[in-house]
C-alpha cells in the first residue's frame, strides 16, 4: 500500500510539471521570463492616411500598408492583415472626425504608419492649421502604438510631377511642389521634435517625372511599382520596431 502511495505522489508530481512546461510554452517565455520571438502573438498594424495609404488606382493587396505586410512575412514576423483608417480626399481634420466618430478595431497596435496632408494643400487650407491637426494627429498615433517608438510618419509625395499636373500653368506647377516643400518641412520638425521616425518618400515620388511606370493609370497617384520602393526604405526602420526573430 506503501508503494501504490509513493507511485501515485509520483505520477501526480510528473504531471504538474508536464502543465507547468505547457503553460511556460504557451506564454512564450523563457525561464529568465523573457518573451521568445519564436513564440510571439501576431503583431498588429495600423495605417492611418489618404489616397495614398489606401493606394488609389492601385489593388488592395499592391497599397503600401499590404506590400509592407507581405514583406514582414516573408523575413517570418507574424502579422495580421493591416487595418488601414483612410479614404480618398481625407484632409487631417477628416482624419481627426473619423477616428473621434469610430475608434480602431483595437486599443493598441504594435506598428502605426501615418500619412496625411496632401489634401490640406490641395485644398488650399492653411500650413498653420495642417501643423495644429497634424499634431493632434501624431499624438493619437502614439496613443494606439503604446510608444512613439512604434510609429513612423511617411512624408507627404510630390504630384507635381503626375500628368494630372502637366496639364496645369507651369507656375500652379512650381506653387505645388513649393507648398508640399513646406508642409513637409513642417511635417518632419514636429515628428522628429516628438521623437517619432520620419520617412521621406518624397524623392522617390519625383522620380514619377522621368519614370511613368512610377505613375498609376489615372495619372495622379503612386504605382504599385512606386509603393513597392516606398517600403524598401521603410523596411529598416520597420525591423527595428518588429524584429523577426530570424
Not at 60 to 80: C, D, M, V, Y
Not at 148 to 166: E, L
Request: net charge positive.
Amino acid at each position: 500500500m506503501y508503494m501504490n502511495y509513493f507511485r501515485l505522489e509520483k505520477f501526480s508530481l510528473l504531471i504538474c510539471m508536464g502543465i507547468l512546461m505547457m503553460y511556460n510554452s504557451s506564454s512564450g517565455k523563457s525561464r529568465s521570463g523573457k518573451r521568445t520571438y519564436s513564440d510571439t502573438i501576431t503583431k498588429t498594424y495600423l495605417a492611418l492616411g489618404d489616397s495614398y495609404t489606401i493606394g488609389e488606382s492601385v489593388n488592395r493587396t499592391e497599397n503600401f500598408p499590404n506590400q509592407l505586410t507581405a514583406s514582414l512575412r516573408r523575413t517570418g514576423l507574424k502579422i495580421s492583415e493591416p487595418e488601414v483608417r483612410a479614404r480618398t480626399g481625407w484632409t487631417t481634420g477628416d482624419l481627426i472626425s473619423s477616428l473621434q466618430s469610430t475608434s480602431p478595431q483595437q486599443k493598441q497596435y504594435d506598428l502605426v504608419t501615418l500619412l496625411i496632408g496632401v489634401n490640406n494643400q490641395f485644398q488650399g487650407r492653411s500650413l498653420e492649421e495642417y501643423k495644429s491637426e497634424f499634431s493632434l494627429l501624431l499624438q493619437q498615433a502614439i496613443k494606439y502604438a503604446g510608444d512613439k517608438k512604434n510609429v513612423i510618419v511617411i512624408s507627404i509625395p510630390d504630384y507635381s510631377v503626375t500628368p494630372f499636373a502637366a496639364s496645369l500653368p507651369a507656375d500652379e506647377v512650381h506653387m505645388i511642389s513649393k507648398q508640399l516643400n513646406s508642409f513637409n518641412k513642417a511635417q518632419k520638425e514636429i515628428t522628429l521634435h516628438t521623437g517619432v521616425k520620419f520617412i521621406n518618400i518624397t524623392p522617390i515620388s519625383r522620380k514619377g517625372r522621368k519614370n511613368p511606370a512610377l505613375q498609376a493609370f489615372d495619372g495622379l497617384h503612386p504605382s504599385a511599382m512606386q509603393y513597392t520602393n516606398w517600403v524598401k526604405l521603410m523596411l529598416p526602420a520597420v525591423k527595428n520596431i518588429l524584429p523577426s526573430g530570424k
